[in-house]
């Protein structure tokens, strides 16, 4: 019994400290973001490969402050574009499209953007785009909270 505890209270702390959500299907995302109103940011990236991205990731989008940020204001989409291993073909699909859609040309890239509402097709208004910023979360975080004005205006 005190072993279930245990991992129950584990369990619950883990839950507590974890990450905010990084989705991979845009129409999971979408659904959220229209739920929510929250914009959703799309995060451009090689995980396996891009020495940038892996910088990103460690210095800000893997930190408690992005986390509480993030929360608060985005809907999280990952498009991961890796060399050594393979991603569901739809999945890969789905990301190759957003690339030529949003001219990515270089990794990271970040865009943040609201749905429009639209006929069967998910529809964007792109607010801004943002990359690899040094600093750490507070200047990464400066810049995203620019982007986000963008929607206020």
């Known amino acids: 019994m005190k072993k279930y505890i245990g ?4 369990a619950i702390s883990f839950s ?27 995060f451009f990236t090689g995980s396996d490969w891009c020495g940038w ?14 986390d ?5 204001n985005v809907v999280l989409l990952e498009l991961d574009f890796p060399r050594r291993s393979k991603l569901d073909p739809k999945i890969a699909q789905q990301n190759s499209e957003l690339q030529q859609a949003f001219k990515v040309r ?7 953007v609201d749905l429009v509402q639209g006929t069967n097709k998910v529809n964007f208004s792109a607010l801004g785009s943002t990359g690899y910023v040094a600093g750490g979360p507070t200047a990464w975080l400066a810049g995203a909270n620019k982007i986000l004005e963008n929607k206020k205006s």
């Open 7 to 10: 991992l129950l209270f584990l």
């Open 16 to 42: 507590a400290n974890a990450q905010e959500v990084w989705h991979t299907d845009l129409d999971k995302a979408a659904a959220i973001s229209t739920k929510t109103k929250k914009p959703l940011l799309l």
């Open 53 to 66: 991205c892996i910088k990103l990731q460690k210095e800000v989008l893997h930190t408690p402050e992005f």
């Open 68 to 72: 509480a940020w993030a929360k608060n």
């Open 106 to 112: 270089g990794y990271p890239t970040v865009w943040i």
